[in-house]
C-alpha cells in the first residue's frame, strides 16, 4: 500500500501516522531513535506491507503488470490502490477527502522536527502538492507516475501505466475491495506484540 492507505489505516493515531509515513526511510537500528509509540507504528507500516506483498489477491493485481513493467509492477499496483481508496473514499470514511489529507499533512508536519532529511522532503512534496488528494483524479495520478518513473533506477515505463489503470479500472477496483476489506480488519486488531 502507498501513503495514503498507510496514513488512513493509522485510525488518526498521530503516533502511528508518524510511523507509517517514516518507516520507509528508517533502517536498521534507526527505529530505536523513536518513542515506542512510533515504533509501534514503523512495526505497522512493515506488517502492512508484509500482510499486502503476500495477500493473494495482490499477487493477481500484480500477475496482471509483470509481463510490462516486471519488479515495478508491485509499486504500481500500491499506487493503483490508493487512486481507487481515494476515489471511493466516501465508501470508507465519514471525513472527506480532502479534509483528512490537510489534516494529516499538519499533524505530520508538526513532528517532522524527528524525521530524517528524507522523510521532510517527501512530506514537503506530498503537501505542497497535495499527492494524497490528487490521488483520486487521473490526471494527480499521471504526475505521480511520470515522478516515480523519473526517479527510478531503471526504465520503468511507470509512466504509461495509468492507460493500464483506465482499461482494466473495473477488475483492479474489484481486487482492491476485496483485500482492502481484510487489510482493514487486519489494521483493526493489529498489534506487534500479537504478531
Given at each position: 500500500m502507498n501513503h495514503l492507505a498507510h496514513l488512513f489505516l493509522s485510525q488518526q493515531d498521530i503516533n502511528l501516522m508518524v510511523g507509517n509515513f517514516i518507516a520507509d526511510h528508517i533502517r536498521g537500528k534507526e527505529?530505536?531513535?523513536?518513542?515506542?509509540?512510533?515504533?509501534?507504528?514503523?512495526?505497522?507500516?512493515?506488517?502492512?506491507?508484509?500482510?499486502?506483498?503476500?495477500?493473494?489477491?495482490?499477487?493477481?493485481?500484480?500477475?496482471?503488470?509483470?509481463?510490462?513493467?516486471?519488479?515495478?509492477?508491485?509499486?504500481?499496483v500500491d499506487m493503483f490502490y490508493d487512486h481507487i481508496l481515494a476515489k471511493n473514499w466516501k465508501d470508507y470514511s465519514p471525513i472527506p477527502l480532502k479534509s483528512f489529507t490537510q489534516s494529516a499533512y499538519?499533524?505530520?508536519?508538526?513532528?517532522?522536527?524527528?524525521?530524517?532529511?528524507?522523510?521532510?522532503?517527501?512530506?514537503n512534496h506530498m503537501s505542497t502538492h497535495d499527492w494524497l488528494s490528487n490521488y483520486a483524479n487521473l490526471e494527480g495520478m499521471k504526475k505521480a507516475m511520470n515522478g516515480l518513473s523519473h526517479r527510478a533506477s531503471f526504465v520503468s515505463k511507470m509512466e504509461?501505466?495509468?492507460?493500464d489503470l483506465e482499461r482494466d479500472f473495473l477488475l483492479y477496483e474489484a481486487e482492491f475491495k476485496s483485500f482492502f476489506k481484510e487489510l482493514f480488519e487486519y489494521c483493526a486488531n493489529w498489534s506487534s506484540s500479537s504478531k
Open positions: 527505529i530505536e531513535q523513536f518513542s515506542e509509540e512510533v515504533q509501534e507504528g514503523i512495526r505497522m507500516h512493515r506488517a502492512i506491507d508484509h500482510f499486502t506483498d503476500h495477500h493473494p489477491i495482490v499477487i493477481q493485481s500484480k500477475e496482471r503488470l509483470y509481463p510490462k513493467y516486471h519488479k515495478y509492477a508491485a509499486v504500481i499538519k499533524m505530520l508536519k508538526a513532528q517532522e522536527a524527528s524525521f530524517n532529511e528524507r522523510s521532510i522532503k517527501t512530506l504509461e501505466s495509468v492507460d
